[in-house]
Nanobody, 125 residues
Framework: QVQLVESGGGLVQAGASLRLSCAASGRTFSPYAMGWFRQAPGKEREFVAAIAWSNGNTYYRDTAKARFTISRDSAKDTMYLQMNSLKPEDAAIYYC??????????????????WGQGTQVTVSS
């Protein structure tokens, strides 16, 4: 079993930055990839970014490419999401997830096997 714990959320003003972390624990952790999703009130959960664990290849939703950076520290079993120039529309609960099966569809929730509980990001205008 794998446990994922997010941290780093909070309340910031528009234009500020935040760095989210997702720490994995449990069994020997060797995912195919990890990803970040977010869910705003009244909206469906949406893909934000993903990173392949072995080679660090990254994938982003189009609106996140310019301002967000996903990274990982394999030695610490931890993934990060650096978010810059935050906008009110970025406000959401951010979830991290781990995909354990090679070839999983990383842009879809169905591609992931484990999920964290989420961390709230609030952006004031």
């Amino acid at each position: 079993q794998v446990q994922l714990v997010e941290s780093g959320g909070g309340l910031v003003q528009a234009g500020a930055s935040l760095r989210l972390s997702c720490a994995a624990s449990g069994r020997t952790f060797s995912p195919y990839a990890m990803g970040w999703f977010r869910q705003a009130p009244g909206k469906e959960r949406e893909f934000v970014a993903a990173i392949a664990w072995s080679n660090g290849n990254t994938y982003y939703r189009d609106t996140a490419k310019a301002r967000f950076t996903i990274s990982r520290d394999s030695a610490k079993d931890t993934m990060y999401l650096q978010m810059n120039s935050l906008k009110p529309e970025d406000a959401a609960i951010y979830y991290c997830a781990a995909a354990m099966v090679p070839g999983a569809l990383l842009g879809s929730e169905s591609g992931y096997d484990y999920w964290g509980q989420g961390t709230q990001v609030t952006v004031s205008s």
